[in-house]
């Protein structure tokens, strides 16, 4: 049982439909899955570790897993096609899963198949399982497409170009989606997210937030019907803008 328990959610009546994870094998993915099953949602858990996927799965019938690389793109049609047919009541995605590689685009190891290996996982992979799943969740009673996105898809940080432009886009392709389904049943929720303890952030800044309670601020949100979350540090995103832009600069730049 996770510290961040989910003894504080509110349970409300009805919760989440059956929810697709990606990156479900590690940081707030894991944390994501394990709560959400403590919670009695069916959780559908994408990720590239096996033996962590085995895992999950052992923890409860409520878990389906499926290994998958979200950096093959032209897969993930294929993989949604295969979670529809086998849990037609799925009826929630959150797109989690993202690499972040710390570099300049002018430092030795940043290449042409480093940068698009990154904005596939972080920006294509979501788009592509957003549509691929899109007009499933529009028959659904309630349909979710929650992305995650970060500080840093607003204020760039110094080595991290490229994540900071998938973030970004990710962000607008949000709000455009939010657009279109206006007056379907499918509810589009970004999330933001502060500096959270991952092993994708081994070892840089500090003040972090641990991820089982960036999964449990992000679980309140949604029950809560909100469409935009932002959690621990980002909800000062706003106000930082508009009145404290440097400050904000600065901030993220130790990240």
């Known amino acids: 049982m996770s510290t961040y328990a989910l003894e504080q959610i509110p349970r409300r009546q009805p919760c989440l439909p059956r929810t697709i994870v990606t990156g479900a094998t590690s940081g707030i993915g894991r944390a994501l899955a394990i709560q959400l099953i403590e919670a009695g949602v069916p959780v559908i858990a994408i990720g590239r570790n096996e033996d962590q996927l085995r895992e999950l799965a052992a923890r409860s019938g409520l878990v389906a897993t499926y290994a998958a690389d979200l950096s093959e793109i032209d897969a993930l049609p294929a993989l949604v096609a295969r979670i529809v047919s086998a849990h037609p009541d799925v009826g929630c995605l959150i797109n989690n899963a993202g690499i972040q590689n710390d570099l300049r685009v002018d430092d030795a190891p940043c290449d042409a198949a480093q940068i698009c290996h990154e904005v596939d996982v972080n920006l ?36 991290a170009a490229v994540y900071s432009a998938t973030k970004a886009g990710l962000h607008l392709f949000t709000l455009a989606l939010r657009v279109q389904m206006a007056g379907t049943t499918v509810r589009v929720v970004e999330v933001v997210m502060p500096l959270v ?59």
Request: charged residues 15%; proline residues 8%.
């Open 124 to 159: 294509v992979a979501p788009m592509v399982l957003t549509q691929a799943l899109i007009a499933h969740l529009q028959r659904q009673p309630l349909g979710l497409v929650v992305n995650l996105t970060s500080a840093l898809g607003y204020m760039p940080k110094r080595t």
């Open 197 to 255: 303890d991952t092993p994708m952030t081994a070892g840089r800044g500090g003040g972090k937030l641990p991820p089982a309670q960036a999964a449990q601020h992000l679980i309140e949100g949604l029950l809560a019907g909100k469409t935009d979350v932002r959690i621990g540090k980002a909800r000062l995103l706003p106000w930082l803008q508009r009145w404290a832009p440097g400050v904000l600069a600065r901030v993220l730049q130790r990240g």
